[in-house]
């Protein structure tokens, strides 16, 4: 029985018919994926086409939110785009945290990261629901922000040594007060304890405001704070400053020792402030994120009005920030092993 022909006949009419089809479903995901390739470099090449929001995951008046501020005013300028401060406190950080991390990965949510959302809460909280390592990609640590020990007038100490003597007269009686379970400031004063093999017992708030408001009012002894939200207080003595819990001193308060100075080696509690993106963000608008925070962060006027506020100005490269935080999860683990805080 002879064949029919594969050229001829209605197989090879078939075969014909069926051949644009084929075609069209080989190229289309072809196409797609070009037309995706080229709208990405496209939105790329044009960031940002639209304003960017800056999470702060701390509320206002603080350290942190100047920061926030300070660097979204210049960037604003520099990338010819607002950068817009969104302040979501609540949690630990972990709010404001949480919310970055499960952005699009696109540069237009950035997070100011502290001490506590990058270095503190993996070693604190139980069940975080972000990973501060896989969901994030650095971009330059912008700012550190000295801490230092500060005490009600009430308290008989007006140094470091006076206060250690005290608590070990007094064990757990003095009261210190800090922003938050786990914060920076709560785990500065457990590395106290720990150095100095003293009691004292921790009383958290919600932010600075109310701890610095109830520090004022004598419901509570002494806190280590970060210079801004204090430091207004020190000058009218409402406060006293006993130490700079810092490896140097600070030039807003020269005369203050340090707390190595003062007997303490090894206590030292500073904050930090860097900008971080959404992991999987493209490395060209990472590169140009750290291009305007390189040329924002050395103007002058920038670093002497932060430095006014007691706060640091930083600049390193996305890798520089990235050991740099994982060498602080790994001192913050041994503090909050010691203090026993943890977060459920």
Known sequence: MKRPNSGSGWAGKAQRAHRPRAWARCALPTLLLLLFASTLALSQSDYPARPIRLICPLPPGGGADLVARVVAERLSKNLNQQVLVDNRAGGGTVIGADLAAKSAPDGYTLLLGTATTHAINSSLVKKLPYDPVKDFA???????LPQIIVAHPSLPANTLPDL????????GDILFASTGNGSANHLGAEMLNSVARIRTTHVPYKGAGPSVTDLLAGQTQFMFSTIPPVLPHVKASRLKALAVAHAKR??????????????APGVEASSWN?????????????????????????????????????????????????RYIASETARYAKVIAFSGARID
């Open 138 to 144: 650095p971009v330059s640590l912008v700012a550190v």
């Open 164 to 171: 250690i003597t005290l608590a070990r007269q007094r064990p």
């Open 250 to 263: 600070s030039a807003l308060l020269p005369a203050l020792l340090t707390t190595a100075e003062s007997g």
């Open 274 to 322: 860097g900008i971080l993106s959404r992991a999987g963000t493209p490395l060209s608008i990472i590169t140009r994120l750290h291009t305007e925070l390189s040329a924002i962060m050395t103007q002058p006027e920038l670093r002497d009005r932060l430095a006014a506020a007691g706060v640091e100005p930083m600049l390193n490269t996305p890798e520089e920030f990235a």
